[in-house]
């Protein structure tokens, strides 16, 4: 009897730890790409275009006693790991997110909003996207994110010391913070406006000071936006603004084009770097065929031919 008793309770306690694990929710996601690109067309040989990009993206969660959630995700890219985070999902106080890597920070999710089918019209071509306003965001970083109340949402991001260097002067960071706020009120259905600012002190009581200001407007299959940002950063004569306007258009559900333009403004500068894009994307169920056409003047904001670049990128991509 002593036997089959304790049979008994191995058993039970066995269920009881199985049981326990169904509590946590495991997924996995991913996805595989083939691109074809060209970051200078007509100019120096860039090699074999082709690349390709595999992802598989791991995902745990669970819901504690008092309804907060938990939720782990880490990414596998080629082959190593890649992305990871945990987040606190705390109901309506909001949800809040530790990026061991790969996270955005409030600004550097904003950093052009306006819509597109692919890319934004200063990316694919090379160096096109050294001016472009994105926050100091980096590894081991804090993000906030507010529910969203009648529209309204905020989401604060920090890091108290920094390891990556600031994407407009390449120093590293001491720290880091910034603040985003969106607002897409109810009255006035398709319309977001948004703002952002951050702060990145590179060197005890020296602090550059970012900020962007946007709006977008949805009517139909029509998305058009327009965002003015700038970068005042501490040497003199160094400050950079940045305007961007774009304008999507849906053809069908599945497909998508899009024209985008920006230009960046630098302090002491005697030419402007002039960015325009076409991009289109079309989707069938779990594929994706997707590209842009970018051409980008006064790379570095210097007037020589070698300045004016334009390129390409097209892409096929599965997601499972």
Same mark, same amino acid.
């Given at each position: 009897?002593?036997?089959?008793?304790?049979?008994?309770?191995?058993?039970?306690?066995?269920?009881?730890?199985?049981?326990?694990?169904?509590?946590?929710?495991?997924?996995?996601? =991913?996805?595989?790409?083939?691109?074809?690109?060209?970051?200078?067309?007509?100019?120096?040989?860039?090699?074999?275009?082709?690349?390709?990009?595999?992802?598989?993206?791991?995902?745990?969660?669970?819901?504690?006693?008092?309804?907060?959630? #938990?939720?782990?995700?880490?990414?596998? *890219?080629?082959?190593?790991?890649?992305?990871?985070?945990?987040?606190?999902?705390? =109901?309506?106080?909001?949800?809040?997110?530790?990026?061991?890597?790969?996270?955005?920070?409030?600004?550097?999710?904003?950093?052009?909003?306006?819509?597109?089918?692919?890319?934004?019209?200063?990316? #694919?071509?090379?160096?096109? *996207?050294?001016?472009?306003?994105?926050?100091?965001?980096?590894?081991?970083?804090?993000?906030?994110?507010?529910?969203?109340?009648?529209?309204?949402?905020?989401?604060?991001?920090?890091?108290?010391?920094?390891?990556?260097?600031?994407?407009?002067?390449?120093?590293?960071? #001491?720290?880091?913070? *910034?603040?985003?706020?969106?607002?897409?009120?109810?009255?006035?259905?398709?319309?977001?406006? =948004?703002?952002?600012?951050?702060?990145?002190?590179?060197? #005890?009581?020296?602090?550059?000071?970012?900020?962007?200001?946007?709006?977008?407007?949805?009517?139909?299959?029509?998305?058009?936006?327009?965002?003015?940002?700038?970068?005042?950063?501490?040497?003199?004569?160094?400050?950079?603004?940045?305007?961007?306007?774009?304008?999507?258009?849906?053809?069908?559900?599945?497909?998508?084009?899009?024209?985008?333009?920006?230009?960046?403004?630098?302090?002491?500068?005697?030419? *402007?770097?002039?960015?325009?894009?076409?991009?289109?994307?079309?989707?069938?169920?779990?594929?994706?065929?997707?590209?842009?056409?970018?051409?980008?003047?006064?790379?570095?904001?210097?007037?020589?031919?070698?300045?004016?670049?334009?390129?390409?990128?097209?892409?096929?991509?599965?997601?499972?």
């Amino acid at each position: 009897m002593n036997k089959l008793k304790m049979i008994g309770l191995t058993a039970l306690g066995t269920t009881l730890i199985a049981s326990s694990a169904f509590a946590v929710e495991m997924s996995v996601s =991913g996805g595989a790409s083939l691109t074809l690109s060209s970051a200078n067309s007509g100019k120096a040989t860039a090699g074999n275009g082709w690349t390709m990009g595999d992802s598989l993206n791991f995902t745990g969660s669970g819901e504690m006693d008092n309804g907060w959630t #938990v939720t782990t995700k880490m990414e596998i *890219d080629a082959g190593a790991e890649d992305d990871h985070s945990f987040a606190l999902g705390m =109901g309506d106080s909001g949800t809040l997110t530790f990026h061991g890597h790969g996270g955005s920070s409030a600004l550097g999710a904003v950093d052009d909003v306006t819509p597109n089918a692919y890319e934004e019209s200063w990316d #694919v071509v090379t160096g096109g *996207d050294a001016a472009v306003i994105n926050g100091a965001g980096q590894d081991n970083m804090f993000v906030y994110q507010s529910p969203s109340l009648s529209g309204a949402t905020i989401t604060i991001a920090y890091v108290n010391a920094g390891t990556s260097a600031n994407a407009s002067t390449g120093a590293t960071a #001491v720290s880091y913070s *910034d603040v985003a706020f969106a607002f897409s009120p109810e009255m006035a259905e398709g319309l977001t406006v =948004g703002f952002a600012t951050g702060d990145t002190e590179e060197v #005890v009581g020296t602090k550059n000071k970012e900020s962007t200001m946007y709006a977008k407007y949805a009517y139909g299959p029509v998305t058009v936006g327009y965002q003015v940002s700038e970068n005042d950063l501490t040497a003199a004569s160094s400050d950079v603004e940045m305007t961007s306007m774009g304008v999507s258009y849906a053809i069908t559900d599945n497909f998508s084009v899009a024209y985008n333009q920006s230009t960046f403004d630098k302090d002491g500068s005697t030419s *402007d770097i002039e960015a325009t894009g076409i991009s289109w994307s079309y989707t069938m169920g779990s594929m994706t065929f997707a590209g842009a056409m970018n051409n980008v003047d006064n790379i570095g904001y210097a007037t020589t031919a070698a300045a004016d670049r334009e390129g390409y990128e097209m892409g096929l991509s599965f997601a499972f």
